[in-house]
């Protein structure tokens, strides 16, 4: 039930975010270059709490994880994806499961630019049965 409730509201939140930023004017995209407070919820697996840096070149950019938890490791990449003006076109989130030659799985997610580009919402299916949502926020 708590899992159905997650998925309603995450949901209307991006309907709500999505509707709002493709009012925003073509042709302008944010710099996400920076460090971000991130909060992780693995659904039925926990939630995490990390500092992730991102490095954009262009429209596309990468998310590292500076703390590490017991889903991703310190270091490595979490997080991947592509501007398209002011709303992230395609983005993945890193799985902490991994795939039959040991590496890391990469999940299709759907993410959002808000608040003038200060937060980032992201979701995505892990393993086909549970919603991983993954909010950041710029650090000041």
């Known amino acids: 039930m708590k899992l159905k409730v997650i998925l309603i509201v995450a949901t209307i939140i991006l309907i709500i975010c999505f509707g709002t930023i493709a009012q ?4 302008e995209t944010y ?3 920076g460090e971000w407070d991130t909060f ?3 659904g ?3 939630v995490d709490k990390d500092i ?3 490095s954009q070149q262009g429209n596309t950019f990468v998310g590292v994880t500076l703390i590490g938890s017991k889903h991703i490791s310190k270091g490595e990449e979490t997080i991947k994806g592509e501007l398209l003006d002011k709303m992230i076109s395609q983005v993945y989130s890193h799985n902490h ?3 039959a030659a ?3 799985v990469w ?3 759907q993410g959002v630019i808000i608040e003038e580009g200060n937060k980032i919402l992201i979701q995505s299916y892990a393993i086909n049965f549970f919603v991983k949502t993954i909010i950041m926020t710029r650090k000041q």
């Open 31 to 33: 710099d996400l270059n």
């Open 97 to 99: 499961n991994q795939d």
């Open 52 to 54: 992730v840096k991102i």
């Open 102 to 104: 040991g590496e890391g």
């Open 107 to 109: 999940n299709d997610a």
């Open 40 to 42: 992780f919820d693995h």
């Open 24 to 27: 925003s004017s073509a042709g």
């Open 44 to 46: 039925p697996f926990g």
